[in-house]
């Protein structure tokens, strides 16, 4: 009499499972950065261009940024006071926080995006009337809803399929 055993044993691949789900969210998260800066660009009336350089200064950190170049209408030269910078779209960018290395950053399993333009009078003109006569602007509202519908879209194509790391061992005893 001859018996044989087989064994099936299914273990499913947690470790390429994450990697996989966090080059998702990277992936997206670029998309999603696009859409924001899409968004916010629209809303803001370019002049100098020195508030719209900072939100264009995204476009270095992304993959292939989809957004057009800045181009400033003002007549002559102005200043940003007090450090009397000139404004136009290059030194806008600099006016951006974090630093560009802590724009977007893993924290513990969340990804986080973190971005603010240090200018100050943006705020004002884009959440309250300023001075400019199109304020407020809502430049970042839009680009966070942007975002947010971006990624929400963008992510839920990219999902890894869980059967996709699922291993199968099979154990034969004769």
């Known amino acids: 009499m001859k018996l044989t055993l087989r064994v099936e044993k299914e273990e499913f691949d947690k470790e390429g499972w994450l990697k996989a789900l966090k080059g998702a969210i990277e992936q997206t998260a670029q998309e999603a950065t696009n859409a924001f800066?899409?968004?916010?660009?629209?809303?803001?009336?370019?002049?100098?261009?020195?508030?719209?350089?900072?939100?264009?200064?995204l476009a270095t950190l992304l993959d292939n940024p989809q957004f057009n170049p800045i181009v400033a209408t003002a007549p002559k030269q102005e200043l940003y006071y007090p450090s009397k910078t000139?404004?136009?779209?290059?030194?806008g960018a600099t006016f951006v926080s974090p630093a560009?290395?802590?724009?977007?950053?893993?924290?513990?399993?969340?990804?986080?995006?973190?971005f603010s333009v240090?200018?100050?009078?943006?705020?004002?003109q884009?959440?309250?009337?300023?001075k400019s006569p199109s304020a407020?602007?809502?430049a970042f509202e839009a680009g966070q809803n942007a975002y947010i519908a971006a990624f929400e879209t963008g992510l839920e194509d990219r999902l890894p399929k869980l059967e996709g790391f699922?291993?199968?061992?099979?154990?034969?005893?004769?």
């Open 37 to 57: 800066a899409q968004a916010a660009l629209m809303r803001i009336p370019v002049h100098t261009g020195f508030v719209a350089g900072a939100i264009y200064s």
């Open 86 to 91: 000139p404004k136009n779209p290059s030194t």
């Open 100 to 114: 560009q290395s802590e724009i977007f950053r893993w924290v513990g399993m969340n990804y986080i995006f973190n």
């Open 118 to 124: 240090d200018i100050s009078y943006f705020e004002i």
């Open 126 to 130: 884009d959440i309250s009337s300023g």
């Open 136 to 138: 407020p602007w809502g």
């Open 166 to 174: 699922l291993r199968t061992t099979t154990i034969n005893v004769s």
